[in-house]
C-alpha cells in the first residue's frame, strides 16, 4: 500500500491549493481516507475524512468552511482543496487510508496506512 501527497507549496495568505492523494496497491473505494497536519514543534492533528462513497466528510473546527475534502475513486486519488489559507495552516500535510469502520474519524491510530507528507506554506 501506498500513499503519494502532492500538490503542497508556499502561497500567500488568502491563497488556494488543492492536494492530491494518489493511491496505489489497493482499491481506495474500500478505505475511509483522512487528511492529517503537523507543524513544526506541535503534534500531528486531524483535518477532514471522507467515507468509502463520498456520502460524509468530517472536518476539524480550524478549517470547516474552508476546505472541501473529495474523492475520485476511479482515479484512486483523494483531494483535499484549501481555501482562503492562513498562515496557521502551514504544515506538512498527511493522506492517511483505513481499512476498518472508526469510531472516531479523527483519531490519527484509527488509520492503517499513510503517505508521506507536503509541505504547505502560507505566508502573511
Known amino acids: 500500500v501506498q500513499l503519494q501527497a502532492s500538490g503542497g507549496g508556499l502561497v500567500q495568505a488568502g491563497g488556494s491549493l488543492r492536494l492530491s492523494c494518489a493511491a496505489s496497491?489497493?482499491?481506495?473505494?474500500?478505505?475511509?481516507m483522512g487528511w492529517f497536519r503537523q507543524a513544526p514543534g506541535k503534534e500531528r492533528e486531524f483535518v477532514a475524512a471522507?467515507?468509502?462513497?463520498?456520502?460524509?466528510?468530517y472536518y476539524s473546527d480550524s478549517v470547516k468552511g474552508r476546505f472541501t475534502i473529495s474523492r475520485d475513486n476511479a482515479k484512486n486519488t483523494v483531494y483535499l482543496q484549501m481555501n482562503s489559507l492562513k498562515p496557521e495552516d502551514t504544515a506538512v500535510y498527511y493522506c492517511a487510508a483505513d481499512r476498518g469502520t472508526p469510531s472516531d474519524y479523527s483519531s490519527l491510530y484509527e488509520y492503517d496506512s499513510w503517505g508521506l507528507g507536503t509541505q504547505v506554506t502560507v505566508s502573511s
Open positions: 471522507i467515507d468509502r462513497s463520498a456520502s460524509s466528510t
Open positions: 496497491g489497493l482499491a481506495l473505494s474500500t478505505y475511509i
